[in-house]
């Protein structure tokens, strides 16, 4: 399979089994990685033609995720590199600061990243389309109300993955 290239660019992938189900990698040559992504995930990448698949450039990524689910891992050190709009960069950058075990809301994303209040909406938008779920955190983030609302993921998985964190009571 010949790499996808655009100028010098390569996109290496993987797939992992975890609790959440299938996840798919992605990374490019320097081993930055570029999407994680869950099957049926809203705007979610699958493999395309050219693409390299090649688990290597994930011995890293692998590790630290099955130390994540296993609960002994409570922030990734990974290199990321997602693109998007300089506010949908802002936005991710703000959801790697919000702390394994804790929620916060979209209007405080908003407040952090200096959006008025009325950009909550397109600050949801920007969370919806973060290509690093797991990753960049977006799965903390909550409704006003503490309801557990918007996951690309789906809502099973972003409840599943707050209560792995404790940041919700095991229901079961």
Known sequence: MTPT???TAVTYWTETDSPVGPL???AGADGALTSLSVPGQKGGRTVQDGWRHDSGPFRAAGEQL????????TRFRLPLRAQGTPFRERVWAALDDVPYGATTTYGEIAARVGASRPAVRAVGGAIGANPLLIL???HRVIGAGGALTGYAGGLDRKTRLLTLEGALRDST
């Not at 099955?66 to 891992?73: D, I, K, R, S, V």
């Open 5 to 7: 290239t655009t100028g």
């Open 24 to 26: 798919l990698l992605t």
């Open 66 to 73: 099955a130390a994540y689910f296993a609960g002994e891992l």
């Open 136 to 138: 960049r955190p977006c």
